[in-house]
């Protein structure tokens, strides 16, 4: 679901798009096999993987322009 949002698939404003130039964009909630692809698609719109946190089988990405 999150790749979709950032392509706005849902006709949705592209995830990324009201993002601050300093801003950071936390996703959480990501199944930690999902995580790589969540990750190209936040790169795809500009933003840059600042951290990467896992628990489990879960994993939250930070990401910033």
Do not use: Q
Not at 31 to 57: F, I, P, Q, S, Y
Request: hydrophobic fraction near 50%; charge should be negative; charged fraction near 30%.
């Amino acid at each position: 679901v999150l790749v979709k949002l950032f392509d706005s698939a849902y006709d949705n404003e592209p995830l990324a798009s009201p993002l601050a130039e300093d801003g950071v964009l936390i996703l959480a909630g990501i199944l930690a096999d999902r995580a790589d692809m969540v990750a190209d698609a936040g790169t795809r719109h500009g933003l840059r993987l600042l951290e990467t946190k896992r628990e489990g089988d879960w994993v939250a990405l930070v990401m910033g322009r």
